[in-house]
Nanobody, 121 residues
């Protein structure tokens, strides 16, 4: 079992930045591929970004490429999502997830409870 807790969400103006964190506990964090997903009201959950267990491979959905950066610190059992140049359409609940593999867009085994990001002036 892996427990995941997101933090760092909030209200930010368009063009602003936020950094989300996903703290993991339970089993060995470095065994897991990790991902970020988001879900806006009335919309399906969508993939945002993912990072392999060693951090050498990352994947992003097209709409966030060049603006968001996923990273991890295995010594701190934490994954991050640095979000820059935020847009109103980035408004959503953001969720982190873990898997004992690396298939970036699917097949995650564990999920956090989410943190809300609202981009508005």
């Amino acid at each position: 079992q892996v427990q995941l807790v997101e933090s760092g969400g909030g209200l930010v103006q368009p063009g602003g930045s936020l950094r989300l964190s996903c703290a993991a506990s339970g089993r060995t964090f470095s065994d897991y591929g990790m991902g970020w997903f988001r879900q806006a009201p009335g919309k399906e959950r969508e993939f945002v970004a993912a990072i392999s267990w060693h951090g050498r491979r990352t994947d992003y959905t097209d709409s966030v490429k060049g603006r968001f950066t996923v990273s991890r610190d295995n010594a701190k059992n934490t994954m991050y999502l640095q979000m820059n140049s935020l847009k109103p359409e980035d408004t959503a609940g953001y969720y982190c997830a873990a898997q004992l593999d690396y298939t970036p867009r699917r097949d995650y085994d564990y999920w956090g409870q989410g943190t809300q990001v609202t981009v508005s002036s």
